[in-house]
């Protein structure tokens, strides 16, 4: 018969009681570490969450609640592991392939910081509808490039070309004769490819917005005042109850963009067939009615997008529930009965219409490309007056990261655009060249030809810049290995040793000349662009035919970049694509380019609805669901151990977390990007005020970095000083300095007693190995000692397990978020 557990041994009496239990819960980086490796256990075990994330600990820790006595000195370790939110299967590699769409949300969060008293400025709301604008201006353009493969290239030259059309060929239906050998009918038919596109794009980001946004976030304890406990976070916009939930404006933006592309399919059918119902004597009137019918509601559905892209923005104050069900059903709807009823329309038997020369996409990309040069120029003048206005030490190009990323999202929209048009142009030409005389099919617009044709100055210019780039680095490496020895107390200097170890510094320090590389990628990026817009409608020719009477190096030149400008963007998209798969599988790529993509993706959709889902929406709300929830269940004492990218999950969770539980809370951060990354580029949310007001907000907090660390370094808050050598004192109360270092890295120059083996260079990795990483971890323990005393469980705010379902005003606070 089996017997009952014994409870763990009561205390005699005037004995002091076992202290609180204490844990600490590690968050992994961009590596995606197993659980197995951040517990060092082979077997762990899951307590809590799902497949996709969730938390582990060792076997034998389980159950550490039920017997606190055991852990007595040390801390229950378990781990949240993320990493399958942003990897795990290689499809999602092809989320890459929407690259701009994600430069652009992230516009949206690199403007400049506001001051935390009083209401934001109307610029606040004046850059993010900028930014909205520019989001949907890409939208508009990648259905467009998809118009101009389908419709002009294929549908209306090719098909309408013998050359193409022949008796055994693929398209031998289209032979002329045949009841789809119109061109209206053709064109009804190819505009079944880009409206694929768009209802492709609607179906990945409704989803992931039912996997992420759309999560009711749980119902906060209200203060007696009736304020949310996440109202008492000193300002902080991540703090913020409504900032991790995404529902409602992902929602509306979601249908204005399936709407805007639905949109763009109908005209790019509709405009030739008006065209040619104007031009023709012998055109009924009733098609004559059915154009200005077509016409007058293509602008009633444009006039509807842009309304609900400009009429709200993002609201963070609270929880919004509602989803504003009128636009999020009816446009979309719409839209996609108007492009129907566009078929039918060009579908409509013209007898005598042919398609001669090119569908009038020259017009329409320039237009859409001065459209957004003046957008990004209005958003650089806005973001200039924000940062005057608030000054932020350290901010990217002073306030200008938001700008250079809505250019760089805006180029990498128009290059990828017109290099897929050029290879399709190039491949249905054969070994002719599009847009030159004799050639049997006109090929696409010229405006793309020319923005092909800039990759490869481009790519010299930043070739250039590197090497600049590079030379700088060299010459900080000789200067450091003079004095790397010196650091070492009795070491024997040894030139090829100091070499690696200078060498090391100097590559972690490129991290901090990158905001000059990309404000440089971005001039020379808005001058080619320029140049491009200028030559096409100037010329109305491709490069090499606008270049033929010019000097024959400038001829030459002209023609290679034209050639190879299509075949790199060709190559540069299918290598991304390979890269990116490789990424989500093997962790050893992802140390390589994980940083970028998760910088990217941790961010909500704000501006663009089909930019790849943000995985901090997810893992924001776990980790605040589990410190809440255990301190409260326990009294216990728990240190947030964030390492890299876990380091700012950490953080964000930390701010989410109601007073009585951050006062059980510490935070330790090593390898974090906080501030050298996430507070130049996004200021706003990360800059010196954010990170100094959570510094106040927790009882301690201590960051470990190395100056070999590409990533990490100091958050530079708290009377901290970065050149401190490691030797602050362990544990620092909430005055005192933030930041332990640089930690030396390797932990010895050469062999002694305790190091046989030549140490290895860490960089960016082994932080946990380093003896101060447990010294401040057991201090900040201590610390945290008198706030978690048995019975002091008042105040702890663990939230109500109900979901909110409270209906907010219906007007939001005034430039609450853009």
Same mark, same amino acid.
């Given at each position: 018969?089996?017997?009952?557990?014994?409870?763990?041994?009561?205390?005699?009496?005037?004995?002091?009681?076992?202290?609180?239990?204490?844990?600490?819960?590690?968050?992994?980086?961009?590596?995606?570490?197993?659980?197995?490796?951040?517990?060092?256990?082979?077997?762990?075990?899951?307590?809590?969450?799902?497949?996709?994330?969730?938390?582990?600990?060792?076997?034998?820790?389980?159950?550490?609640?039920?017997?606190?006595?055991?852990?007595?000195?040390?801390?229950?370790?378990?781990?949240?592991?993320?990493?399958?939110?942003?990897?795990?299967? #290689?499809?999602?590699?092809?989320?890459?392939?929407?690259?701009?769409?994600?430069?652009?949300?992230?516009?949206?969060?690199?403007?400049?910081?506001?001051?935390?008293?009083?209401?934001?400025?109307?610029?606040?709301?004046?850059?993010?509808?900028?930014?909205?604008?520019?989001?949907?201006?890409?939208?508009?353009?990648?259905?467009?490039?998809?118009?101009?493969?389908?419709?002009?290239?294929?549908?209306?030259?090719?098909?309408?070309?013998?050359?193409?059309?022949?008796?055994?060929?693929?398209?031998?239906?289209?032979?002329?004769?045949?009841?789809?050998?119109?061109?209206?009918?053709?064109?009804?038919?190819?505009?079944?490819?880009?409206?694929?596109?768009?209802?492709?794009?609607?179906?990945?980001?409704?989803?992931?917005?039912?996997?992420?946004?759309?999560?009711?976030?749980?119902?906060?304890?209200?203060?007696?005042?009736?304020?949310? &406990?996440?109202?008492?976070?000193?300002?902080?916009?991540?703090?913020?109850?409504?900032?991790?939930?995404?529902?409602?404006?992902?929602?509306?933006?979601?249908?204005?963009?399936?709407?805007?592309?639905?949109?763009?399919?109908?005209?790019?059918?509709?405009?030739?067939?008006?065209?040619?119902?104007?031009?023709?004597?012998?055109?009924?009137?009733?098609?004559?009615?059915?154009?200005?019918?077509?016409?007058?509601?293509?602008?009633?559905?444009?006039?509807?997008?842009?309304?609900?892209?400009?009429?709200?923005?993002?609201?963070?104050?609270?929880?919004?529930?509602?989803?504003?069900?009128?636009?999020?059903?009816?446009?979309?709807?719409?839209?996609?009965?108007?492009?129907?009823?566009?078929?039918?329309?060009?579908?409509?038997?013209?007898? #005598?219409?042919?398609?001669?020369?090119?569908?009038?996409?020259?017009?329409?990309?320039?237009?859409?490309?001065?459209?957004?040069?003046?957008?990004?120029?209005?958003?650089?003048?806005?973001?200039?007056?924000?940062?005057?206005?608030?000054?932020?030490?350290?901010?990217?190009?002073?306030?200008?990261?938001?700008?250079?990323?809505?250019?760089?999202?805006?180029?990498?929209?128009?290059?990828?655009?017109?290099?897929?048009?050029?290879?399709?142009?190039?491949?249905?030409?054969?070994?002719?060249?599009?847009?030159?005389?004799?050639?049997?099919?006109?090929?696409?617009?010229?405006?793309?030809?020319?923005?092909?044709?800039?990759?490869?100055?481009?790519?010299?210019?930043?070739?250039?810049?590197?090497?600049?780039?590079?030379?700088?680095?060299?010459?900080?490496?000789?200067?450091?290995?003079?004095?790397?020895?010196?650091?070492?107390?009795?070491?024997?200097?040894?030139?090829?040793?100091?070499?690696?170890?200078?060498?090391?510094?100097?590559?972690?320090?490129?991290?901090?000349?990158?905001?000059?590389?990309?404000?440089?990628?971005?001039?020379?990026?808005?001058?080619?662009?320029?140049?491009?817009?200028?030559?096409?409608?100037?010329?109305?020719?491709?490069?090499?035919?606008?270049?033929?009477?010019?000097?024959?190096?400038?001829?030459?030149?002209?023609?290679?970049?034209?050639?190879?400008?299509?075949?790199?963007?060709?190559?540069?998209?299918?290598?991304?694509?390979?890269?990116?798969?490789?990424?989500?599988?093997?962790?050893?790529?992802?140390?390589?380019?994980?940083?970028?993509?998760?910088?990217?993706?941790?961010?909500?959709?704000?501006?663009?609805?089909?930019?790849?889902?943000?995985?901090?929406?997810?893992?924001?709300?776990?980790?605040?669901?589990?410190?809440?929830?255990?301190?409260?269940?326990?009294?216990?004492?728990?240190?947030?151990?964030?390492?890299?990218?876990?380091?700012?999950?950490?953080?964000?969770?930390?701010?989410?977390?109601?007073?009585?539980?951050?006062?059980?809370?510490?935070?330790?951060?090593?390898?974090?990007?906080?501030?050298?990354?996430?507070?130049?580029?996004?200021?706003?949310?990360?800059?010196?005020?954010?990170?100094?007001?959570?510094?106040?907000?927790?009882?301690?907090?201590?960051?470990?970095?190395?100056?070999?660390?590409?990533?990490?370094?100091?958050?530079?808050?708290?009377?901290?000083?970065?050149?401190?050598?490691?030797?602050?004192?362990?544990?620092?109360?909430?005055?005192?300095?933030?930041?332990?270092?640089?930690?030396?890295?390797?932990?010895?120059?050469?062999?002694?007693?305790?190091?046989?083996?030549?140490?290895?260079?860490?960089? &960016?990795?082994?932080?946990?190995?380093?003896?101060?990483?447990?010294?401040?971890?057991?201090?900040?323990?201590?610390?945290?000692?008198?706030?978690?005393?048995?019975?002091?469980?008042?105040?702890?705010?663990?939230?109500?397990?109900?979901?909110?379902?409270?209906?907010?005003?219906?007007?939001?606070?005034?430039?609450?978020?853009?």
């Amino acid at each position: 018969m089996p017997q009952p557990a014994l409870p763990e041994a009561v205390p005699p009496d005037g004995a002091s009681p076992p202290p609180p239990l204490a844990l600490e819960l590690f968050v992994h980086g961009v590596a995606g570490a197993a659980p197995g490796e951040l517990l060092r256990d082979p077997h762990p075990v899951r307590v809590t969450g799902d497949s996709t994330a969730a938390v582990f600990r060792r076997a034998e820790d389980a159950d550490a609640e039920a017997h606190p006595g055991r852990y007595a000195g040390r801390p229950v370790p378990e781990a949240y592991c993320w990493s399958r939110l942003t990897s795990g299967n #290689g499809a999602r590699a092809l989320w890459l392939l929407l690259l701009p769409f994600m430069v652009a949300n992230l516009a949206h969060w690199a403007r400049p910081a506001t001051a935390p008293d009083g209401p934001p400025p109307r610029a606040v709301r004046a850059y993010g509808l900028l930014v909205r604008l520019l989001a949907l201006s890409l939208t508009v353009l990648l259905v467009a490039a998809a118009c101009e493969v389908a419709l002009d290239l294929l549908a209306w030259q090719c098909a309408g070309s013998r050359t193409c059309v022949g008796p055994r060929g693929g398209l031998a239906f289209l032979r002329p004769g045949s009841w789809w050998a119109q061109p209206g009918r053709r064109l009804a038919l190819g505009a079944l490819v880009p409206a694929a596109l768009t209802g492709l794009l609607w179906f990945l980001s409704a989803r992931t917005w039912s996997a992420y946004e759309s999560q009711p976030p749980p119902a906060g304890t209200p203060d007696p005042a009736g304020t949310p &406990h996440s109202a008492d976070h000193g300002g902080a916009p991540l703090g913020r109850p409504g900032f991790w939930y995404g529902r409602r404006i992902v929602a509306r933006l979601r249908a204005a963009h399936t709407a805007a592309g639905l949109l763009t399919v109908a005209l790019a059918v509709a405009a030739p067939a008006v065209r040619e119902d104007l031009r023709s004597a012998a055109t009924p009137a009733a098609l004559l009615a059915a154009g200005w019918a077509v016409r007058a509601l293509l602008a009633a559905g444009a006039v509807g997008v842009l309304w609900v892209v400009c009429r709200r923005g993002r609201t963070e104050a609270r929880p919004d529930h509602r989803l504003d069900r009128a636009a999020v059903t009816l446009l979309p709807s719409g839209a996609l009965a108007l492009l129907a009823a566009v078929l039918l329309y060009a579908g409509w038997s013209r007898p #005598g219409w042919t398609s001669p020369g090119r569908l009038p996409g020259d017009v329409a990309f320039g237009v859409l490309m001065l459209g957004q040069g003046g957008c990004v120029l209005a958003l650089a003048l806005v973001a200039r007056r924000l940062h005057r206005r608030t000054p932020t030490p350290g901010a990217v190009l002073g306030g200008l990261g938001g700008p250079a990323a809505a250019l760089l999202g805006c180029a990498l929209g128009g290059v990828m655009s017109g290099g897929v048009a050029q290879r399709v142009a190039d491949w249905l030409d054969g070994a002719a060249t599009p847009g030159t005389p004799g050639d049997p099919l006109p090929g696409p617009p010229v405006l793309l030809s020319w923005q092909a044709a800039v990759l490869p100055p481009l790519l010299i210019a930043l070739a250039l810049v590197a090497a600049v780039a590079a030379v700088r680095a060299a010459a900080i490496r000789r200067r450091a290995a003079a004095t790397v020895a010196a650091e070492y107390p009795g070491a024997v200097p040894d030139p090829d040793r100091s070499r690696r170890i200078a060498g090391a510094r100097a590559a972690a320090a490129l991290t901090d000349t990158a905001p000059w590389f990309v404000g440089a990628v971005c001039l020379v990026t808005l001058l080619l662009g320029g140049g491009a817009l200028a030559g096409a409608w100037g010329s109305g020719r491709v490069p090499a035919e606008a270049a033929r009477d010019a000097h024959p190096l400038a001829a030459a030149a002209a023609r290679a970049a034209q050639d190879s400008g299509s075949w790199l963007i060709g190559f540069g998209m299918a290598a991304f694509v390979a890269l990116g798969r490789r990424a989500y599988r093997d962790p050893a790529s992802r140390r390589t380019i994980g940083i970028l993509w998760d910088v990217g993706t941790f961010w909500p959709r704000a501006a663009h609805p089909f930019a790849p889902p943000c995985y901090a929406e997810r893992a924001v709300p776990d980790l605040t669901w589990r410190m809440t929830g255990w301190t409260a269940r326990t009294g216990g004492r728990l240190v947030v151990s964030g390492h890299s990218q876990g380091s700012v999950l950490a953080a964000a969770a930390v701010w989410q977390l109601p007073p009585g539980t951050r006062r059980r809370v510490g935070l330790l951060t090593y390898g974090s990007p906080l501030a050298r990354l996430y507070g130049r580029w996004f200021p706003a949310y990360f800059g010196p005020g954010p990170l100094a007001a959570l510094h106040q907000d927790l009882d301690c907090w201590r960051n470990l970095w190395r100056a070999t660390d590409p990533i990490g370094g100091p958050v530079g808050v708290g009377g901290s000083a970065p050149g401190s050598g490691g030797s602050g004192r362990a544990g620092a109360d909430a005055d005192g300095p933030v930041d332990r270092g640089p930690l030396a890295d390797p932990v010895a120059y050469g062999r002694d007693a305790l190091h046989p083996l030549p140490a290895p260079i860490l960089r &960016h990795t082994g932080y946990q190995a380093d003896p101060a990483f447990t010294a401040e971890r057991d201090a900040l323990l201590a610390r945290l000692a008198d706030a978690a005393r048995p019975g002091a469980r008042e105040g702890t705010g663990l939230p109500v397990q109900r979901i909110s379902k409270a209906r907010a005003a219906p007007a939001d606070p005034p430039g609450t978020a853009g």
